[in-house]
Protein backbone atom coordinates (compact mmCIF):
# COMPACT_ATOMS: atom_id res chain seq x y z
CA UNK A 1 0.00 0.00 0.00
CA UNK A 2 1.19 3.18 -0.83
CA UNK A 3 1.67 5.30 2.07
CA UNK A 4 -0.35 8.85 2.09
CA UNK A 5 0.92 12.38 2.62
CA UNK A 6 -0.57 12.44 5.72
CA UNK A 7 0.97 9.42 7.33
CA UNK A 8 4.24 10.61 5.86
CA UNK A 9 3.85 13.54 7.66
CA UNK A 10 2.91 11.55 11.00
CA UNK A 11 5.89 9.28 10.78
CA UNK A 12 8.86 12.11 10.00
CA UNK A 13 7.42 13.86 13.10
CA UNK A 14 7.98 11.10 14.87
CA UNK A 15 11.55 10.03 13.79
CA UNK A 16 12.03 14.21 14.64
CA UNK A 17 10.50 14.10 17.76
CA UNK A 18 12.91 10.72 18.68
CA UNK A 19 15.94 13.19 17.85
CA UNK A 20 15.20 15.64 19.69
CA UNK A 21 14.49 13.70 23.05
CA UNK A 22 17.03 11.18 22.16
CA UNK A 23 19.17 12.23 25.23
CA UNK A 24 15.83 11.62 27.54
CA UNK A 25 16.19 15.04 29.24
CA UNK A 26 15.85 18.69 27.71
CA UNK A 27 17.10 21.68 29.30
CA UNK A 28 14.06 23.64 31.33
CA UNK A 29 15.59 26.90 30.19
CA UNK A 30 17.32 28.54 26.94
CA UNK A 31 18.47 32.08 25.96
CA UNK A 32 17.27 32.95 22.10
CA UNK A 33 18.94 35.77 20.48
CA UNK A 34 17.43 38.09 17.95
CA UNK A 35 17.41 41.75 17.11
CA UNK A 36 14.68 43.23 19.33
CA UNK A 37 12.00 46.00 18.63
CA UNK A 38 9.29 44.47 16.66
CA UNK A 39 10.62 41.95 15.17
CA UNK A 40 11.57 40.08 18.86
CA UNK A 41 8.04 41.32 19.69
CA UNK A 42 6.99 39.17 16.48
CA UNK A 43 8.55 36.07 17.82
CA UNK A 44 7.83 36.19 20.90
CA UNK A 45 3.66 36.53 19.91
CA UNK A 46 4.42 34.06 17.00
CA UNK A 47 6.74 31.26 18.75
CA UNK A 48 8.23 31.93 22.29
CA UNK A 49 5.18 32.44 24.17
CA UNK A 50 2.49 28.92 22.37
CA UNK A 51 5.96 27.11 22.78
CA UNK A 52 6.62 28.32 26.51
CA UNK A 53 2.54 27.78 27.12
CA UNK A 54 3.05 24.37 25.54
CA UNK A 55 6.49 23.08 27.30
CA UNK A 56 6.64 24.99 30.73
CA UNK A 57 10.36 25.89 29.55
CA UNK A 58 11.57 29.44 30.17
CA UNK A 59 13.39 31.64 27.22
CA UNK A 60 15.47 34.43 27.82
CA UNK A 61 15.50 36.77 24.83
CA UNK A 62 18.95 38.78 24.01
CA UNK A 63 19.09 41.53 21.24
CA UNK A 64 22.66 40.83 20.23
CA UNK A 65 22.35 39.21 17.10
CA UNK A 66 24.26 42.00 15.15
CA UNK A 67 27.50 41.17 17.05
CA UNK A 68 26.03 37.05 16.56
CA UNK A 69 29.46 36.28 14.56
CA UNK A 70 31.85 37.99 16.49
CA UNK A 71 30.27 36.92 20.19
CA UNK A 72 29.69 33.47 19.12
CA UNK A 73 33.70 33.32 17.97
CA UNK A 74 35.00 34.69 21.34
CA UNK A 75 32.43 32.02 23.17
CA UNK A 76 33.63 29.03 21.28
CA UNK A 77 37.63 30.29 22.04
CA UNK A 78 36.39 30.77 25.52
CA UNK A 79 35.02 27.32 25.69
CA UNK A 80 31.74 28.83 27.41
CA UNK A 81 28.61 28.69 24.91
CA UNK A 82 25.96 30.49 26.58
CA UNK A 83 23.40 31.08 23.52
CA UNK A 84 20.75 28.88 22.10
CA UNK A 85 19.32 29.76 19.63
CA UNK A 86 20.43 32.31 17.88
CA UNK A 87 19.02 34.63 14.96
CA UNK A 88 21.41 35.44 11.72
CA UNK A 89 21.27 36.50 8.34
CA UNK A 90 22.10 34.04 5.66
CA UNK A 91 25.35 35.59 5.14
CA UNK A 92 26.24 35.32 8.89
CA UNK A 93 24.85 31.63 9.20
CA UNK A 94 27.46 30.99 6.09
CA UNK A 95 30.50 32.23 7.88
CA UNK A 96 29.67 30.62 11.28
CA UNK A 97 28.82 27.54 9.83
CA UNK A 98 32.24 27.73 7.20
CA UNK A 99 33.92 28.17 10.97
CA UNK A 100 32.11 25.35 12.60
CA UNK A 101 30.42 27.88 14.83
CA UNK A 102 26.75 26.51 13.92
CA UNK A 103 25.81 22.87 14.23
CA UNK A 104 24.75 21.61 10.58
CA UNK A 105 21.00 20.86 10.15
CA UNK A 106 19.34 18.05 8.31
CA UNK A 107 16.43 19.67 7.14
CA UNK A 108 14.13 17.24 6.64
CA UNK A 109 15.13 15.21 10.08
CA UNK A 110 15.04 18.28 12.40
CA UNK A 111 12.44 20.51 10.80
CA UNK A 112 8.17 20.14 10.46
CA UNK A 113 6.81 18.75 6.76
CA UNK A 114 4.48 21.33 5.78
CA UNK A 115 1.06 20.05 6.41
CA UNK A 116 0.35 17.90 2.97
CA UNK A 117 3.71 15.95 3.82
CA UNK A 118 6.19 17.79 1.47
CA UNK A 119 9.51 17.54 3.36
CA UNK A 120 11.08 20.80 4.38
CA UNK A 121 13.60 20.94 2.29
CA UNK A 122 11.22 21.28 -0.55
CA UNK A 123 8.91 23.50 1.35
CA UNK A 124 12.37 25.79 2.51
CA UNK A 125 13.65 25.26 -1.56
CA UNK A 126 16.28 27.41 -2.78
CA UNK A 127 16.30 29.79 1.00
CA UNK A 128 18.46 26.71 2.37
CA UNK A 129 21.47 28.29 1.77
CA UNK A 130 23.48 27.19 4.10
CA UNK A 131 23.67 23.51 6.13
CA UNK A 132 23.38 25.44 9.35
CA UNK A 133 21.02 27.62 8.35
CA UNK A 134 17.20 27.05 8.85
CA UNK A 135 15.20 30.34 6.88
CA UNK A 136 12.49 32.39 8.61
CA UNK A 137 11.40 35.09 7.13
CA UNK A 138 12.51 37.23 3.52
CA UNK A 139 12.91 40.74 4.46
CA UNK A 140 14.27 44.11 2.98
CA UNK A 141 16.24 47.05 4.41
CA UNK A 142 14.74 49.71 2.46
CA UNK A 143 14.07 53.37 3.39
CA UNK A 144 11.44 55.16 5.35
CA UNK A 145 11.05 59.12 4.83
CA UNK A 146 8.92 62.17 6.85
CA UNK A 147 5.99 62.94 4.55
CA UNK A 148 6.11 66.17 6.54
CA UNK A 149 9.40 67.07 5.72
CA UNK A 150 9.29 66.14 1.96
CA UNK A 151 7.26 69.04 0.70
CA UNK A 152 5.14 67.87 -2.20
CA UNK A 153 7.57 66.42 -3.85
CA UNK A 154 8.00 62.86 -2.33
CA UNK A 155 11.19 60.37 -3.29
CA UNK A 156 10.74 57.49 -5.67
CA UNK A 157 14.16 56.92 -6.19
CA UNK A 158 16.62 55.45 -3.68
CA UNK A 159 19.15 58.03 -5.13
CA UNK A 160 17.42 60.65 -3.37
CA UNK A 161 19.15 59.63 -0.57
CA UNK A 162 21.99 61.72 -1.71
CA UNK A 163 20.67 64.17 -2.74
CA UNK A 164 21.07 66.49 -0.25
CA UNK A 165 20.11 70.25 -2.28
CA UNK A 166 16.27 68.40 -2.88
CA UNK A 167 16.03 66.84 0.43
CA UNK A 168 18.20 68.83 3.06
CA UNK A 169 18.65 67.13 5.94
CA UNK A 170 20.32 64.56 8.23
CA UNK A 171 19.65 60.75 7.23
CA UNK A 172 20.25 57.37 8.84
CA UNK A 173 22.02 54.66 7.62
CA UNK A 174 23.36 51.64 9.24
CA UNK A 175 26.75 51.66 10.90
CA UNK A 176 28.04 48.98 8.32
CA UNK A 177 29.11 48.14 4.72
CA UNK A 178 26.59 45.96 3.79
CA UNK A 179 24.08 47.91 1.76
CA UNK A 180 25.46 51.00 1.96
CA UNK A 181 28.29 50.11 -0.37
CA UNK A 182 25.37 48.60 -3.14
CA UNK A 183 23.58 51.85 -3.15
CA UNK A 184 26.41 54.10 -3.16
CA UNK A 185 27.42 52.27 -6.58
CA UNK A 186 23.94 52.65 -8.08
CA UNK A 187 24.06 55.89 -7.51
CA UNK A 188 26.92 56.62 -9.27
CA UNK A 189 25.86 54.85 -12.24
CA UNK A 190 27.26 51.17 -12.23
CA UNK A 191 24.20 48.49 -13.18
CA UNK A 192 22.57 46.28 -10.66
CA UNK A 193 24.12 43.67 -12.50
CA UNK A 194 27.49 44.83 -12.16
CA UNK A 195 27.53 45.89 -8.31
CA UNK A 196 29.47 42.98 -7.24
CA UNK A 197 31.97 42.75 -9.70
CA UNK A 198 32.98 46.50 -9.24
CA UNK A 199 32.66 46.11 -5.59
CA UNK A 200 35.48 43.10 -5.44
CA UNK A 201 38.09 45.58 -6.62
CA UNK A 202 40.03 48.67 -4.77
CA UNK A 203 38.69 51.18 -7.56
CA UNK A 204 35.07 49.70 -6.96
CA UNK A 205 35.81 50.33 -2.91
CA UNK A 206 36.90 53.33 -3.43
CA UNK A 207 34.09 54.58 -5.80
CA UNK A 208 31.77 53.82 -3.43
CA UNK A 209 33.13 55.03 -0.42
CA UNK A 210 33.26 58.41 -2.33
CA UNK A 211 30.01 58.63 -3.22
CA UNK A 212 28.99 58.17 0.30
CA UNK A 213 31.65 60.95 1.06
CA UNK A 214 29.25 63.24 -0.52
CA UNK A 215 26.79 62.76 2.36
CA UNK A 216 28.80 61.65 5.27
CA UNK A 217 28.61 64.77 7.18
CA UNK A 218 24.90 64.59 6.86
CA UNK A 219 24.72 61.36 8.16
CA UNK A 220 23.43 59.87 11.72
CA UNK A 221 24.60 56.10 11.58
CA UNK A 222 22.46 53.55 13.61
CA UNK A 223 23.61 49.98 15.08
CA UNK A 224 20.00 48.67 16.60
CA UNK A 225 17.02 48.00 13.95
CA UNK A 226 14.80 50.35 16.43
CA UNK A 227 16.96 53.35 15.97
CA UNK A 228 16.02 54.80 12.40
CA UNK A 229 11.99 54.36 13.11
CA UNK A 230 12.52 55.86 16.30
CA UNK A 231 15.02 58.52 14.33
CA UNK A 232 12.09 59.14 12.09
CA UNK A 233 8.77 59.41 15.13
CA UNK A 234 11.28 62.04 16.22
CA UNK A 235 11.61 63.73 13.16
CA UNK A 236 16.03 63.93 13.71
CA UNK A 237 16.28 62.69 10.02
CA UNK A 238 14.59 63.12 6.99
CA UNK A 239 14.58 59.62 5.65
CA UNK A 240 16.57 56.38 6.87
CA UNK A 241 17.18 52.75 6.12
CA UNK A 242 15.79 49.98 8.62
CA UNK A 243 14.40 46.81 8.03
CA UNK A 244 10.92 47.15 6.21
CA UNK A 245 9.05 45.36 9.21
CA UNK A 246 10.50 48.01 11.86
CA UNK A 247 8.61 50.70 9.29
CA UNK A 248 5.48 48.93 8.79
CA UNK A 249 5.33 48.92 12.60
CA UNK A 250 6.20 52.84 12.79
CA UNK A 251 3.70 53.46 9.69
CA UNK A 252 0.68 51.60 10.55
CA UNK A 253 0.98 50.21 14.10
CA UNK A 254 2.17 53.70 15.14
CA UNK A 255 0.42 56.11 12.93
CA UNK A 256 3.55 58.13 12.09
CA UNK A 257 4.08 60.57 8.99
CA UNK A 258 6.08 58.54 7.52
CA UNK A 259 5.95 56.54 4.51
CA UNK A 260 8.00 53.50 2.71
CA UNK A 261 11.04 54.29 0.04
CA UNK A 262 10.59 50.47 -1.74
CA UNK A 263 12.77 51.50 -4.83
CA UNK A 264 15.84 49.28 -4.73
CA UNK A 265 14.83 47.48 -1.55
CA UNK A 266 17.83 44.97 -0.50
CA UNK A 267 16.31 41.45 -0.10
CA UNK A 268 18.02 39.31 2.33
CA UNK A 269 17.21 36.16 4.26
CA UNK A 270 17.03 35.83 8.37
CA UNK A 271 16.71 32.44 10.62
CA UNK A 272 17.96 30.58 12.96
CA UNK A 273 21.20 28.92 13.60
CA UNK A 274 22.05 26.56 16.87
CA UNK A 275 25.50 27.15 18.21
CA UNK A 276 28.13 24.29 17.86
CA UNK A 277 28.91 22.25 21.02
CA UNK A 278 25.69 22.65 23.06
CA UNK A 279 25.80 20.37 25.90
CA UNK A 280 23.26 17.08 24.84
CA UNK A 281 20.25 18.69 27.08
CA UNK A 282 20.75 22.10 25.02
CA UNK A 283 21.16 21.00 22.23
CA UNK A 284 17.86 18.56 22.75
CA UNK A 285 15.92 21.48 23.59
CA UNK A 286 16.91 23.68 20.72
CA UNK A 287 16.14 21.21 18.48
CA UNK A 288 12.70 20.65 19.78
CA UNK A 289 12.22 24.35 19.64
CA UNK A 290 13.65 24.90 16.32
CA UNK A 291 10.77 22.12 14.95
CA UNK A 292 7.98 23.73 17.29
CA UNK A 293 8.95 27.34 15.73
CA UNK A 294 9.58 26.72 12.11
CA UNK A 295 6.51 25.09 11.04
CA UNK A 296 4.02 25.47 8.79
CA UNK A 297 1.90 27.69 10.98
CA UNK A 298 4.54 29.10 13.39
CA UNK A 299 6.26 30.70 10.16
CA UNK A 300 2.52 32.02 8.97
CA UNK A 301 1.78 33.58 12.48
CA UNK A 302 4.59 35.68 12.90
CA UNK A 303 3.59 37.67 9.19
CA UNK A 304 0.15 38.73 11.56
CA UNK A 305 2.80 40.80 14.12
CA UNK A 306 5.28 41.88 11.63
CA UNK A 307 5.15 42.45 7.52
CA UNK A 308 8.06 39.64 6.54
CA UNK A 309 7.54 37.13 4.20
CA UNK A 310 7.16 33.58 5.55
CA UNK A 311 10.16 31.40 3.93
CA UNK A 312 7.73 28.27 3.45
CA UNK A 313 6.17 27.83 0.31
CA UNK A 314 3.52 26.21 2.36
CA UNK A 315 2.83 29.20 4.94
CA UNK A 316 2.50 31.78 2.19
CA UNK A 317 -1.30 31.14 1.52
CA UNK A 318 -2.06 31.36 5.67
CA UNK A 319 -0.49 34.83 5.85
CA UNK A 320 -3.72 37.06 6.58
CA UNK A 321 -4.94 39.82 8.57
CA UNK A 322 -2.63 41.70 11.59
CA UNK A 323 -3.31 40.39 14.39
CA UNK A 324 -4.55 43.34 15.91
CA UNK A 325 -5.06 46.11 13.41
CA UNK A 326 -7.31 43.53 10.78
CA UNK A 327 -5.34 44.92 7.69
CA UNK A 328 -4.27 42.37 5.48
CA UNK A 329 -0.56 42.00 4.97
CA UNK A 330 0.12 40.39 2.16
CA UNK A 331 0.91 44.37 0.41
CA UNK A 332 3.08 45.18 3.00
CA UNK A 333 5.31 42.22 2.33
CA UNK A 334 8.68 43.67 0.29
CA UNK A 335 7.88 40.10 -2.24
CA UNK A 336 4.13 41.44 -3.15
CA UNK A 337 4.47 42.60 -6.88
CA UNK A 338 3.66 46.23 -6.43
CA UNK A 339 6.64 46.72 -3.72
CA UNK A 340 9.24 44.77 -5.81
CA UNK A 341 9.07 46.55 -9.24
CA UNK A 342 12.67 47.25 -8.42
CA UNK A 343 14.46 45.11 -5.63
CA UNK A 344 18.26 44.38 -5.24
CA UNK A 345 18.90 41.06 -4.60
CA UNK A 346 21.85 40.68 -1.63
CA UNK A 347 24.84 38.53 -2.31
CA UNK A 348 25.10 36.45 0.75
CA UNK A 349 27.65 34.01 -0.14
CA UNK A 350 29.72 37.15 -1.74
CA UNK A 351 29.69 39.01 1.64
CA UNK A 352 30.45 35.65 3.48
CA UNK A 353 33.65 35.95 1.76
CA UNK A 354 33.89 39.57 2.03
CA UNK A 355 32.74 40.90 4.90
CA UNK A 356 35.72 40.90 7.30
CA UNK A 357 37.70 42.72 4.96
CA UNK A 358 34.84 45.48 4.13
CA UNK A 359 34.02 45.95 7.54
CA UNK A 360 37.21 46.76 8.77
CA UNK A 361 37.50 49.10 5.54
CA UNK A 362 34.58 50.49 6.28
CA UNK A 363 35.01 51.51 10.00
CA UNK A 364 38.55 53.02 9.19
CA UNK A 365 36.41 54.78 6.53
CA UNK A 366 34.15 56.23 9.24
CA UNK A 367 37.08 57.24 11.70
CA UNK A 368 38.43 59.33 9.24
Not at 121 to 145: A, H, K, M, R
Not at 225 to 246: C, F
Not at 282 to 298: G, N, S, V
Amino acid sequence: MKPTKSLLAMTALTAMAGTAFADGHMANEMTIVSWGGAYSASQQNAYHNPYMEKTGVNIINDESSAEAVAKLRAMNEAGNITWDVVDVVASDAIRLCDEGLAMEIDHDEMLAPAPDGTPASEDFGDLLVSDCFIPQIVYSTTFGYRTDMVGDNPPTDVCAVFDTETYPGRRSLEKRAINNMEWALLCDGVAAEDVYDVLETEEGQAQAFAKLDTIKDDVIWWSAGADTPQLLADGEVIMGSTYNGRLFSLIEEQDQPVAMLWDAQVFDLDGWIIPAGLPDDRKARALDYIMFATDTQRLADQAKYISYGPARASSAPLVGQHAELGIDMAPHMPTDPNNATNTFLYNYEWWADYRDDLDAKFQAWLSQ
